[in-house]
């Protein structure tokens, strides 16, 4: 293995509701115990959510929708996901080990399938992975180790929709980052400012790997103070099938900013390149840019905005992908506009309204593309 990145990301950009799990007759299950040291583990917690859309453009092709992941179905209603979550929290302050697991079922399993795992078009597995602790003296600072299949460390937006700004995925997310990695994952936080993560991967959605070397991704985040997170991300490693030489390498670079107790602001840049990728087997480069602004209107509606633009300049990553056509170079970029509207306990509505242009006229022959949804979701 030839290289070593460091990135950083903010997991705390986003956090995940929990519920603790309860017996059909409404009354908490006992799921706490005590370990083989005594102390009392924590429970395990079963929560998740369900994601229901619909989604019409002007220009669809047939009834897909080009460029889209979770919201590529044109004038359809669509199942997106049932979201199972199970987990025991590996507790910081002590040796503990602890799990997380998330089920899907729905369309959107079909968009982030990983090779060597097959439940089925409409059901994967996405994430599946255990937790060893390992404390130090300051009950703030700890080490972890990870094992099994977990989301990517790359990027702003991340796979359950529930927890990101927009309903539908940017195009950054989309095809410019894996959706999963399967490996292990060495996890620190060694100041109130810094945390790092290190991780050895089969590459990128594999569960099996596809050839004989392994993809290292690594995080460095800092939060210089409360309403800050820098993060940057590097990847290093082959990924074409039977091929061990030709690395795709690249970073990414995720900032937030909360500008007042209303309104965030995030900004993500990736560069990233891939050894004999190219149409002419050269190398193969690409280019990205987003930009999202939150804004809470009322404390039940936030306002979400996103732009983002992606250089595919030789085609390696959205030639004959999701409805593209082949293609030896490609730009294309989206603004979005969504309301996440909270009134209803555990549920989220989401109108919204997309502008995609493009270099060349992919949407069914022209070169932009106008199109509105809408989402429900319920969180338990």
Do not use: C
Request: net charge negative; glycine share 8%; no cysteine.
């Amino acid at each position: 293995m030839k290289g070593l990145v460091w990135l950083a990301a903010g997991a705390s950009l986003i956090v995940p509701l929990a519920l603790t799990a309860q017996s059909t007759d409404g009354t908490k299950m006992d799921s706490t115990k005590k370990s083989d040291s005594g102390s009392v583990l924590p429970p395990i917690t079963i929560n998740g959510y369900a994601t229901l859309s619909y989604t019409w453009a002007d220009h669809p092709l047939d009834t897909l929708i080009v460029g889209r992941a979770y919201d590529r179905n044109y004038n359809s209603f669509t199942l997106n996901v049932v979201n199972l979550t199970v987990e025991r929290v590996a507790p910081t302050d002590r040796f503990a080990a602890g799990f997380h697991g998330e089920l899907w079922f729905g369309q959107n399993a079909a968009v982030v399938q990983s090779v060597g795992l097959d439940l089925g078009p409409d059901a994967t597995i996405w994430q599946a992975y255990a937790v060893l602790n390992l404390p130090t003296r300051n009950p703030d600072h700890y080490f972890q180790l990870k094992a099994g299949k977990m989301a990517t460390l790359l990027g702003v937006e991340v796979g359950e929709d529930v927890l990101n700004p927009n309903l539908g995925l940017g195009y950054q997310d989309v095809f410019l980052e894996p959706f999963t990695d399967t490996g292990i994952e060495l996890d620190a936080k060694v100041s109130s400012s810094w945390d790092a993560e290190l991780r050895v991967v089969n590459g990128w959605d594999q569960v099996t790997d596809v050839n004989l070397s392994k993809t290292i991704v690594g995080r460095l985040g800092l939060t210089p103070d409360s309403k800050t997170l820098v993060a940057l991300t590097g990847y290093f490693g082959p990924e074409q099938p039977g091929n061990n030489a030709n690395e795709r390498t690249g970073i990414n670079l995720v900032a937030s900013r909360k500008l007042d107790s209303a309104a965030t602001v995030f900004v993500q840049l990736d560069y990233g390149q891939e050894a004999q990728a190219a149409a002419d087997s050269a190398l193969a480069t690409w280019v990205g840019a987003g930009l999202w602004v939150t804004y809470d209107v009322t404390s039940a509606a936030t306002l979400a905005f996103r732009s983002d633009y992606i250089n595919d300049r030789n085609g390696a990553r959205t030639s004959g992908v999701l409805g593209f056509p082949p293609n030896n170079g490609l730009k294309v970029g989206s603004i979005t506009a969504t309301v996440n509207v909270k009134y209803w306990p555990h549920a989220l509505l989401r109108p919204e309204i997309r502008f995609d242009h493009a270099s060349q006229p992919v949407f069914d022959a022209h070169e932009s593309q106008f199109s509105i949804g809408l989402g429900m979701s319920y969180i338990y």
